[in-house]
Every structure is written in structure tokens, then in C-alpha cells.
């Protein structure tokens, strides 16, 4: 299926504007070994994301303990899946507890774990090179400076081609950068319309309503260094398409807004979900999780949408849970 392509800024990457997100198709998150039936599920999600347009996957070295990515890598045998017809991105930077053993669960963004982890997941999902490296987690002791020779050695050894960040602010981003020869190219949040506080700070900024995470402008800083923002967790796990029988009155107000918009544009209640994201004029990208490739198809009606105006707007104050200042 052809579809819509974007480049990203910064980059010579044309990328569809919804990434697959590798997360869950490795299975459990234990020491327990890849099966068939796990396999055979996982290249499923793969092939119908790859048959509605999808060129760009996203992957993590913690994901289901980095079966995710080996999953991934038998695309390449069972699939027929080239390299070249994929843009990859992986992350670094959590580290689990005890590993070693009696160590904490932790956030590690030295120059020594950057490097090895990136090696673990070449490895893993058997290619040469990444074309992105996010930061998984800010790290309260990282060194701009390490970090920087990190993504020096990886560059000139031609094993990432472009980096960025993700759960970063504006500021931990500025500082990163300072220390940076090549600019960071996208930050990876969560945004979806139950947590929409990173776009609600820019309309609350002399409001008694000030929203309740402080951002520091962090959208709008990705904007004006053309960073691409890529948004995870899009539809709330699932929460706004079929609220859970607790859900709260600000849910099931913002589920009856998105399956009535669903229902006058013909389409599925995820498929508008992701269309408010793609709506922003940030270059929002989701991060598209399901494991279920009937919603991964629907899903992905979305990169033919656009929301109007009243639309978006309608759909923002119900996910805010309140009138706009």
C-alpha cells in the first residue's frame, strides 16, 4: 500500500508519518525464550503494519528484554524484508535491577553503556546500522560531554546515522545539545488526548488553569529546533476507544467524542485518535503499539485524514476535561 512520506528535519529520512512501535511483539517481559506462536504473532503486527504504509519501526533495547528486537530481525528471512525499505530507531538508557545482581533499577546514559547497548542491539536485530538512537530516559548524572563522544564513536563507525532523545524537556534537550556537533532529530513524549498537558501548557500560560505538568515549552522548543516529536501510548492504551467500567466521567466524555467523530468520518475511534496527533502542526508522529492487526489496520487510516479545526478543538476540550481559559 503507498502512503503519505515526511522527512524528517535534519535528515535525508522519508518516513511515514505513523511508527510502528516494537514493543510488545516480543511476548513476556521474562528470561523466557521466544516461541513459535510469540514469533509467528509478532511478524503478523510487522506485515500489516508494513501493508498500510508503514516504513518506520521503533524499537527499545529493554523491550520484552530485547526479544523484540530478535523478533523483528527474522523479518528479514521470513518476510522477504529488505533493509533498505525500513527506517529503524532504537533506544538506550534504562537499566533494570539487579544487573548486575543488587543493583537498582536505573537510568544510565554514560559513554560506556551507550556504546555497548547499541552493540546489543545491532546484534539483536542483525543489521549494520541504525538509522536513529533516541535517549531513552533523562539521566540526573548524565555528562553532555560523554554523551557526546558516544554519538561521535557510533557516527564515524557508521553505526547510527542520526540521534535524539526521548521524555526529555526543553531544557535537559538544550543542554544535551550544547555539548553536540550534529543536531537531535526527534524527542519521543507521551500524548494522547487524556495526557495532553505538553500541549495544554501553551494555551494556560497566564491562566489560573496552568496545567499540572510543568513542560517548560517543551513542544514548542522541538518546533523551533525542528526536532520531529513522535508520541507514544497515542490512544491511552485503549482507555478512550473502550473505557474500563471505572473510568472517569472526563474518559467516557472524551470516548463519546472521538467514536462520534469516528462515526461522521466513517472510520475507526483509534483512527481519530491519531489523526488529532497527525493534526498538529509539530510534525507529531504516534507511536503506534497495538498487537492486533485488524486495529493496526484501522489505525492506520488515519495518515489519510486531517481533522478540521473545530474538530481538533472539540477533541482537545473534552480530553482536557474542562472549557478553555
Avoid at 494555551?203 to 514548542?220: E, H, N
Avoid at 520531529?228 to 473505557?243: D, F, L, W
Avoid at 467516557?252 to 468520518?265: D, F, I, L
Wanted: net charge neutral; hydrophobic share 35%.
Amino acid at each position: 500500500m503507498s502512503a503519505p512520506r515526511l522527512r524528517i528535519d535534519h535528515t535525508d529520512l522519508d518516513v511515514s508519518p505513523v511508527l510502528y512501535g516494537c514493543m510488545k511483539i516480543g511476548g513476556s517481559w521474562t528470561d523466557e525464550p521466544l516461541d513459535r506462536e510469540v514469533i509467528d504473532r509478532g511478524l503478523t503486527c510487522i506485515r500489516a503494519a508494513l501493508d498500510g504504509g508503514v516504513n518506520f519501526f521503533d524499537h527499545a533495547d529493554i523491550y520484552c528484554r530485547g526479544k523484540s528486537e530478535q523478533v523483528f530481525a527474522l523479518a528479514w528471512g521470513e518476510l522477504g524484508l529488505r533493509r533498505e525499505q525500513v527506517v529503524l530507531q532504537s533506544k538506550c538508557g534504562i537499566r533494570r535491577p539487579d544487573e548486575p545482581q543488587g543493583s537498582p533499577h536505573r537510568y544510565d546514559l554514560s559513554r560506556e553503556h551507550i556504546l555497548w547497548s547499541v552493540a546489543q542491539t545491532l546484534q539483536r536485530l542483525k543489521t549494520d546500522h541504525l538509522d536513529i538512537l533516541l535517549l531513552h530516559r533523562p539521566d540526573p548524572l548524565v555528562q553532555p560531554e560523554e554523551v557526546a563522544l558516544a554519538f561521535e564513536d557510533l557516527r564515524s563507525q557508521r553505526l547510527v546515522r542520526y540521534f535524539g532523545v526521548s521524555n526529555h524537556n526543553a531544557a535537559q534537550t538544550a543542554l544535551l545539545q550544547k555539548a553536540l556537533a550534529l543536531p537531535l532529530v526527534a524527542n519521543q513524549l507521551e500524548i494522547n488526548l487524556l495526557h495532553s498537558d505538553l500541549i495544554d501548557e501553551g494555551v494556560t500560560v497566564d491562566s489560573p488553569q496552568r496545567t499540572r505538568l510543568i513542560g517548560d515549552g517543551t513542544i514548542d522548543h522541538c518546533r523551533l529546533h525542528r526536532m520531529s516529536i513522535q508520541a507514544y501510548s497515542p490512544v491511552a492504551k485503549g482507555r478512550i476507544t473502550s473505557p474500563p467500567p471505572d473510568a472517569d466521567d472526563r474518559t467516557r466524555s472524551v470516548s463519546q467524542a472521538v467514536h462520534e467523530t469516528a462515526r461522521q468520518r466513517g472510520c475507526s475511534a483509534d483512527a481519530v485518535q491519531l489523526a488529532w496527533l497527525l493534526r498538529h502542526p509539530g510534525q507529531i508522529q504516534p507511536v503506534l503499539g497495538s498487537t492486533d492487526p485488524q486495529r493496526i489496520k484501522g489505525s492506520l487510516e488515519s495518515m489519510g485524514m486531517e481533522l478540521t479545526r473545530e474538530e481538533w478543538y472539540r477533541l482537545f476540550t473534552a480530553g482536557r476535561g474542562r472549557a478553555l481559559p
